[in-house]
């Protein structure tokens, strides 16, 4: 399971960072991933990381702005959340994917064991 924090309220060009820690498997077999879903919409993929080389990708809406990171030994995976802006309102979601490397940010399907979600609003 994935246990996360984080999260809040912050004005536009604010910063938030949200962790997610990881039980009950081999956290470093893993990549993991962020995905947010805003009212009304899709679950979108918005970062991802490898295990084996710590390789990261993002989509082009937060490229630049957001940056994951993890730390094996404390079972976590991080999202540094820049210049936000109030397009980023969302609930964001940590999720094991189901390979060890990312290869793309991929499909919720790809993912599991989900986090229950931390909401993200951004005032302008």
């Known amino acids: 399971q994935h246990v996360q924090s984080g999260g809040g309220l912050v004005q536009a060009g604010g910063s938030l960072r949200l962790s997610c820690t990881a039980s009950?498997?081999?956290?470093?077999?893993?990549?993991e991933g962020w995905f947010r879903q805003a009212p009304g919409k899709e679950r979108e993929a918005v970062s991802c990381?490898?295990?084996?080389?710590?390789?990261?990708y993002y989509s082009d809406s937060v490229k630049g702005r957001f940056t994951i990171s993890r730390d094996n030994a404390k079972n976590t995976v991080y999202l540094q959340m820049n210049s936000l802006e109030p397009e980023d309102t969302a609930v964001y979601y940590c999720?094991?994917?189901?390979?060890?490397?990312?290869?793309?940010?991929?499909?919720?399907?790809?993912?599991?064991?989900w986090g229950q979600g931390t909401q993200v609003t951004v005032s302008s």
């Open positions: 999720a094991r994917k189901i390979y060890a490397d990312c290869y793309a940010l991929g499909y919720v399907y790809e993912y599991d064991s």
């Open positions: 009950g498997f081999t956290f470093d077999d893993y990549a």
């Open positions: 990381i490898s295990s084996s080389d710590g390789k990261t």
